[in-house]
């Protein structure tokens, strides 16, 4: 049995039914976990506002006096 890393849940994953990459979510907490290997399972959250740039760190180039 896996169970979910936030809430210990029963996520009712087979280690032979499911395969790396795949993405489960919890029914008791609803997080998203990505599978990142398969044995033993290990799992990863998924974090759904991945694109976003916060930082743009080569902004403030080109400004010398
Ligand atoms: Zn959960």
Do not use: H, R
């Amino acid at each position: 049995m896996v169970a979910c890393p936030e809430c210990e849940n029963d996520l009712d994953i087979e280690e032979d039914e499911v395969d790396e990459g795949e993405i489960v979510s919890c029914a008791e907490c609803g997080s998203d976990f990505e599978i990142i290997t398969i044995n033993p399972i290990e799992l990863k959250p998924v974090e759904e506002e991945e694109d976003e740039e916060e930082e743009e760190e080569e902004a403030e180039d080109g400004d010398y006096s």
